[in-house]
């Protein structure tokens, strides 16, 4: 809070960086890139790389996963240093807000739409760098099939992909000594926009420590339909309030929300008997039909 102007708050302590790790292997920040685009299995952990898989194919998986690793760890290790040495500064969610209100600081938010519109903060910049992939070629709805019979009919995220115009878009409205507050979901694509960010010269960058997520609602003036914390979740694990989240939420709730969940999974397993006797029906119906 000291790099924005305001005294530390000592009811929050110092935003602290990430664990040191070894020296870089790669000084390519868009190499990463590709990594964060692709199809994860759901954590909720800024540290996926290590209990996650990604989608791959051809006979050479092995090899291409190890090599995905190697980059992954490699990113983290340069946003990590960007941390440590400060040209990047940390701060946790309620820091944020509490910069945003008092000096009306910009909170640039690099979330895909799908998350953005669930909930945002009030008055703050939607530049995505990644999106929705909206192309509808061959190769975009091989990934698209993929990526949902690989969990994302379960966790509800689609393919996404990189924005090029990330940077000319925030060039076109922010100079570069501007105090840019950035944000994603839970804290790890913006890392990857700071990056960027600084290489491409700005000087002020602030990044938003375990995403908005890791927000309580009043460390920021929320807009949309949902809590920031299941702005990232989806598909049918939401429907059933199977996620983290969820549990969590409904251990403060009480018995309210777990009865509504219940009884969905109830209608569930009703319609799936319900189809299951219609199918047999309509089949004993066709082979009387044929016997006769």
């Not at 292997?25 to 990594?35: E, F, T, V």
Request: glycine letters at 8%; charged letters at 25%.
């Amino acid at each position: 809070m000291q790099s924005l102007g305001f005294s530390p708050l000592n009811s929050l302590g110092s935003a602290k960086a990430t664990p040191k790790f070894q020296k870089e292997i790669s000084r390519d920040p868009l190499s990463s890139l590709k990594l964060l685009s692709l199809k994860f299995k759901p954590c909720y952990s800024t540290r996926f790389y290590r209990n996650s898989s990604i989608q791959m194919s051809g006979s050479n998986e092995e090899e291409d996963l190890t090599k995905q690793m190697k980059e992954m760890n490699a990113a983290k290790k340069r946003w990590d240093a960007l941390i440590r040495e400060e040209k990047v500064k940390s701060l946790t969610p309620r820091e944020a807000g509490y910069a945003i209100q008092l000096s009306y600081k910009t909170l640039l938010d690099v979330r895909p739409s799908f998350e953005r519109n669930k909930a945002w903060v009030k008055g703050s910049t939607w530049i995505p760098i990644f999106d929705v992939d909206s192309k509808l070629d061959a190769g975009a709805l091989s990934k698209k099939v993929t990526n949902f019979l690989l969990g994302g009919w379960w966790s509800g995220i689609p393919t996404l992909s990189y924005e090029n115009q990330f940077i000319s878009r925030v060039e076109q409205q922010f100079p570069k000594d501007t105090d840019l507050i950035v944000a994603c979901q839970k804290g790890l694509r913006s890392l990857a926009a700071c990056e960027l960010l600084y290489k491409a010269g700005y000087e002020n960058i602030f990044w938003v420590q375990g995403g908005l997520e890791a927000a309580e609602e009043e460390d920021f003036d929320r807009e949309g339909p949902q809590p920031f914390k299941f702005a990232g979740i989806g598909g049918v694990s939401e429907f059933l309030g199977w996620t983290d989240q969820q549990r969590a939420a409904a251990a403060k709730d009480g018995w309210g929300s777990r009865v509504i969940y219940s009884a969905r999974l109830i209608g569930i397993f009703i319609l799936a008997d319900g189809l299951f006797i219609g199918v047999q029906q309509l089949t004993h119906y066709l082979q009387e039909i044929r016997s006769s």
